[in-house]
Nanobody, 124 residues
């Protein structure tokens, strides 16, 4: 499985922006559909955004449409999550996930590779 390391989390005021990065190593990154999930305290892990292996198609959760953008650079083995107009409700640990040779999905259990997570805190 590919190894994933997230970075870019932090504390930001409401209305601010952050860009998360997820660097992959190991197996061929371009063979992985990639996604971002998040988990707030006391809540289940939820899908945020996903991108196909080539980067030609993306999928965003309704709660982040118009504010977040997912992209990838296969030459750099990295996937990004640009988060704008952040709200306190976006506070969570954000996880990068990869699904080898699979189609894009929103189901966490279908992703075999996970990063350790990065904390995003949005203050009001």
């Amino acid at each position: 499985q590919v190894q994933l390391v997230e970075s870019g989390g932090g504390l930001v005021q409401a209305g601010g922006s952050l860009r998360l990065s997820c660097a992959a190593s190991g197996r061929t990154f371009s063979a992985y559909a990639m996604a971002w999930f998040r988990q707030a305290p006391g809540k289940e892990r939820e899908f945020v955004a996903g991108i196909t292996r080539s980067g030609s198609s993306t999928n965003l959760a309704d709660s982040v449409k118009g504010r977040f953008t997912i992209s990838r650079d296969n030459a750099k083995n990295t996937v990004y999550l640009q988060m704008n107009s952040l709200e306190p409700e976006d506070t969570a640990v954000y996880y990068c996930a990869g699904r080898f040779d699979g189609i894009l999905t929103t189901i966490p259990g279908l992703f075999g590779s996970w990063g350790q997570g990065t904390q995003v805190t949005v203050s009001s």
